[in-house]
Every structure is written in C-alpha cells, then in structure tokens.
C-alpha cells in the first residue's frame, strides 16, 4: 500500500516563506513521479506544482510562478515545495499526489493519479 506523508504546514505572515514536504513509501515503484495541488475554502482544487520522478522535469501552476519551486533531494522518494512571498490567497489545504514514475504528464495536466496524501494546513496572514 503507497502511502504519502507530509509535513511543513503552518501560519505565515504575507511575504514569508513555508517549505513543504512529501515522502512516499511502498513497495510498488522505486521512484514516483510526485507534486502538488491544493484546495481554499469553497473553492475547487487547484495544480500547483509537479516534478518529473527524476526532478529534472518541473511544472507550475500560473499563480505560483516565480515564487515556489519544487525539487527532490537525492534518491528518496522526498519531493519539497518551497513557498516564497506567500499572499493570503495562498492559504489553502496543500495535498501532495505521486504516481508511476512514467506518469508525470498525468500530474502536470491535473488527470487522475493513484496516490494522494492527507493534506497540510497552510495560513497566510495579511
């Protein structure tokens, strides 16, 4: 059974900065390819960002260009969201999402993938 945890979540001022971790574990695949969505209150979930298994590949959503950048650290299956110049509108329920190592096109484009953690909490405060 893959299972995704993560951690990071938590209260910031506008303009400060969070840094966000995934971990995936099982025993299905090696390497995932893993990223980002998340969800505001009474809004629908939104793309944030997606890295390639190997992490070479990267994408972004719209909205958080220039100020967060995905990336992995070595071998482990660790994908980090780091959150720079955070604004009020980016408080949500941040949820990391991995799939087959093959399957980064599924998780830029927002298609369905197999995993999902059980989200963190992110407060930005004006």
């Known amino acids: 059974q893959e299972k995704l945890v993560e951690s990071g979540g938590g209260v910031v001022q506008t303009g400060g900065s969070l840094r966000l971790s995934c971990t995936a574990s099982?025993?299905?695949?090696?390497?995932?390819?893993m990223g980002w969505f998340r969800q505001a209150p009474g809004k629908g979930r939104e793309f944030v960002a997606a890295?390639?298994?190997?992490?070479?590949?990267?994408t972004y959503g719209d909205s958080v260009k220039g100020r967060f950048t995905i990336y992995r650290n070595g071998p482990e299956n660790t994908v980090y969201l780091q959150m720079n110049n955070l604004k009020p509108e980016d408080t949500a329920v941040y949820y990391c999402?991995?799939?087959?190592?093959?399957?980064?096109?599924?998780?830029?484009?927002?298609?369905?993938?197999?995993?999902w953690g059980e989200g963190t909490q992110v407060t930005v405060s004006s």
């Open positions: 890295s390639s298994w190997s992490g070479a590949g990267t």
């Open positions: 999402n991995a799939d087959r190592p093959d399957a980064y096109d599924k998780l830029r484009l927002g298609l369905p993938v197999a995993y």
């Open positions: 099982g025993r299905m695949y090696s390497s995932y390819a």
